[in-house]
């Protein structure tokens, strides 16, 4: 049921988010041709014209990706729809992990489809010439080589993301469920939440020693010293890991207990 309920909520993402990436895409590729059979219209009002675009593009994409899983979570649990999506043969935390999941997957969709904007740049004569010539794998081998002791690091530093992602997701879900407790502004209530748990998470964060990348580790005691290693650097990567785990897990039995026990829909 849980991957019934997922693939309900990604299309529904999808008919709406799906456009603008396809715009995103062909504003980029457009760009790039520009760039590419044109370089000496940088500063030509077609060039500026796609620029713009592109980058209202790319802002909507990350606004309308927000706006979509907080109003996606309120319509289906917290209003009206609330109760036919109850009355389904489904747990509670399958109907809020569906959410938190497709919103995860939809914001990692929503970066891979701005990173088109490098197209302009793959299509530019400098680019094609460096691919020709084998100087750019050279650079690319290189690079490869540099970062290769650092893979793991690599490896936790995406998982950190992802982590802080889904971490974001479920505060935004606790925060509009804890405002959901006040019979009136309801809507204020969720804000001052999500203020108030942010404030928590942060000072949780400088106490467990995630404060590692602060200026001389002002609050985790993490000096530059301590961060020279790749070893020292995973350490602390760990310990984030360990920390947003047990805030997202705190978040989520928090949204859990009020839509299971304290449910009042509209």
């Not at 396809?22 to 760009?31: E, G, K, M, Y």
């Not at 006040?182 to 404060?211: P, Y």
């Amino acid at each position: 049921m849980l991957s019934k309920l997922i693939g309900y909520e990604m299309k529904a993402f999808g008919r709406i988010l799906l456009p603008i990436y396809a715009a995103i895409v062909t504003a980029s590729v457009l760009l790039g041709i520009d760039f590419r059979f044109f370089p000496n219209s940088s500063r030509s009002g077609a060039t500026i014209a796609l620029t713009v675009i592109l980058g209202i593009l790319i802002a909507a994409v990350f606004a309308v990706t927000v706006l979509l899983l907080i109003i996606r979570f309120y319509n289906n649990l917290l209003g009206r729809e609330g109760y036919l999506m109850f009355s389904l043969p489904v747990g509670t935390g399958n109907l809020i992990w569906a959410k938190v999941i497709s919103s995860v997957i939809w914001s990692i969709l929503s970066v891979i489809a701005s990173a088109v904007v490098v197209t302009p740049f793959l299509m530019t004569s400098d680019f094609t010439d460096a691919v020709k010539d084998g100087s750019l794998g050279k650079i690319w081998t290189s690079f490869l080589g540099e970062i290769a002791p650092y893979r793991v690091n690599i490896i936790l530093g995406i998982l950190l993301i992802i982590a802080g992602t889904v971490l974001a997701i479920t505060r935004i879900y606790a925060a509009i469920s804890i405002g959901h407790l006040w019979t009136v502004h309801r809507v204020l209530g969720a804000v001052l939440a999500f203020i108030g748990l942010g404030i928590l998470e942060s000072v949780l964060f400088m106490t467990t020693g995630i404060g590692l990348f602060s200026v001389e580790g002002a609050f985790g005691g993490v000096t530059d010293s301590a961060m020279q290693t790749a070893a020292d650097v995973a350490r602390y990567e760990g310990i984030g890991l360990a920390v947003m785990a047990a805030g997202i897990a705190i978040y989520g039995a928090v949204t859990w207990l009020i839509l299971d026990r304290k449910l009042n829909l509209e």
